[in-house]
């Protein structure tokens, strides 16, 4: 199992400006929403937005974290 501030921690190492939103939806510690809302995303598509999600988790991603259900965005223009 990985402690949400673990996931958090790596998140936020990988997008410093991210807004991260984590929910562990079973109570094991081990299926996670996120939202993450991010400048890094922008002009990257969904895809590729998730992949750098997954490559900032590591491997996390193979073993502790079973399920992650993921939103990612940009932040809103002013």
Do not use: N
């Not at 969904?46 to 399920?67: E, K, S, T």
Request: glycine share 6%.
């Amino acid at each position: 199992m990985l402690d949400p501030e673990d996931i958090k921690r790596r998140l936020l190492a990988a997008f410093p400006d991210a807004t991260i939103t984590l929910s562990d939806l079973t109570g094991t510690s081990d299926h996670y929403e996120a939202t993450i809302v991010s400048t890094a995303f922008a002009g990257q598509s969904l895809i590729a937005q998730h992949q750098m999600v997954y490559r900032a988790l590591g491997d996390a991603m193979r073993g502790p974290i079973h399920a992650l259900a993921l939103k990612t965005r940009t932040p809103p223009t002013p």
